[in-house]
């Protein structure tokens, strides 16, 4: 089992930034790929990005360019730097993890964190 716990939501404004904070811990070895995702209320989950045990990383194309996910493998923490953040970056944010990346979105991963919100107005 892995557990995961976000930390590092809250409210900005347009233009803001933010920066989560995900750390793993339990069989971390089934963690190998993490990624965050975000969810509001009534849409489906959208924002997707993750990185993976080689250090790769994949972006939503809503999020390119403005979002940086990065691990530090020492201290099995996962982050997410979100940059000139809009209105519609708002939801709660999700950091999931899985022992392989594949080709699946994040929101399948196996294992999830209970979530940390961001509000962002405009």
């Known amino acids: 089992q892995v557990q995961l716990v976000e930390s590092g939501g809250g409210s900005v404004q347009a233009g803001g930034s933010l920066r989560l904070s995900c750390a793993a811990s339990?069989?971390?070895?089934?963690?190998?790929?993490m990624g965050w995702f975000r969810q509001a209320p009534g849409k489906a989950s959208e924002g997707g990005s993750r990185i993976g045990s080689d250090g790769s990383t994949i972006y939503a194309n809503s999020v390119k360019g403005r979002f940086t996910i990065s691990k530090d493998n020492a201290k099995n923490t996962l982050y997410l730097e979100m940059t000139n953040l809009k209105p519609e970056d708002t939801g709660t944010y999700y950091c999931?993890?899985?022992?392989?990346?594949?080709?699946?979105?994040?929101?399948?991963?196996?294992?999830w964190g209970q979530g940390t919100q961001v509000t962002v107005s405009s």
């Open positions: 339990g069989d971390t070895y089934s963690a190998r790929c």
């Open positions: 999931a993890a899985d022992s392989v990346c594949g080709l699946r979105r994040v929101v399948e991963y196996n294992f």
